[in-house]
């Protein structure tokens, strides 16, 4: 018997009866003898918990001899550790896998599922955390992500979401202006403040815009990028009303004098 693990056990038979318990630290094992001439066949009927044990030279017929020569060895049963992957929509993203075994993966944009190529052995500790976030999103851990190995693989999932911001708007037109954002829903400043906050958050690197009626609006600093260590950003917004000339043909072969509501009169 070889590499029967500490604390374990593993139950052999022989012609499908005599079972015997082999115990470790116990490496040798034998059968109730049996007449000469007579065949046998030693199996495993009981794995240990967390190994697979396999006979070699198992099987045959007794020749006046003792037979001292079958052998079982038992290793690891190993476990894979991996999981599915929503939302992620950006690069970056790390993952490691620490404990008995150590690794680590860096799953694409868009990848769904991963897998660590370590494999961890029944009874071992291990621990799977982010390493490093991908670019502008949070990524968390299903639980458990830590734990003692059992006798199945190991799952954990990630979920990852697009980081949200406050974007803090200043309006320099004096006068109602509606801003679009490309991932949040529009902000329209009815008041005429001169500053005031989206509703909805945005993620990193969002592109706005500015509509007023009757005018010609711009967005300095677009997209705007996220201040790391306020978590906000901040946009400033200026419109410039419309002019347009005002002319035209006299066809009275006189002099006319011309008023407009919003113009100079012109003679």
Do not use: R, W
């Not at 079972?19 to 495993?44: E, H, K, R």
């Not at 020569?69 to 290793?75: A, D, F, G, P, R």
């Not at 059992?150 to 406050?166: E, K, L």
């Not at 306020?230 to 200026?238: I, K």
């Amino acid at each position: 018997m070889s590499g029967l693990g500490s604390g374990k056990s593993v139950v052999l038979q022989n012609n499908g009866a005599n079972n015997q318990t082999v115990a470790s630290p116990s490496s040798t094992f034998s059968f109730p003898s049996q007449a000469d001439l007579s065949g046998y066949s030693v199996s495993v009927l009981t794995q240990p918990v967390g190994q697979t044990c396999l006979v070699t030279n198992g099987t045959g017929t007794l020749a006046g001899a003792n037979v001292t020569n079958v052998l079982v060895t038992c290793t690891n049963t190993t476990y894979t550790v991996g999981g599915s992957i929503s939302g992620l929509s950006a690069a970056g993203l790390t993952l490691t896998l620490s404990g008995s075994q150590s690794g680590t993966v860096s799953p694409a944009s868009g990848a769904t599922s991963y897998s660590f190529t370590q494999t961890v052995v029944n009874g071992n500790s291990y621990t799977v955390s982010i390493g490093a976030q991908p670019t502008g999103q949070t990524c968390t851990l299903s639980s458990p992500a830590t734990g003692t190995v059992g006798t199945s693989n190991i799952v954990v999932d990630v979920s990852c979401t697009v980081n949200a911001y406050t974007i803090a708007v200043t309006n320099t037109s004096a006068a109602a202006v509606t801003i679009t954002g490309s991932t949040a829903t529009n902000a329209t400043n009815p008041n005429s403040a001169t500053s005031f906050n989206f509703s909805a958050k945005h993620g990193d690197n969002v592109s706005l815009s500015a509509t007023k009626a009757g005018s010609t609006c711009s967005v300095a600093t677009t997209p705007v990028s996220i201040n790391p260590i306020t978590g906000n950003a901040t946009a400033t917004v200026s419109c410039t009303l419309n002019t347009y000339s005002v002319g035209g043909s006299n066809t009275d072969g006189a002099s006319v004098s011309i008023a407009g509501s919003s113009i100079t009169g012109q003679s």
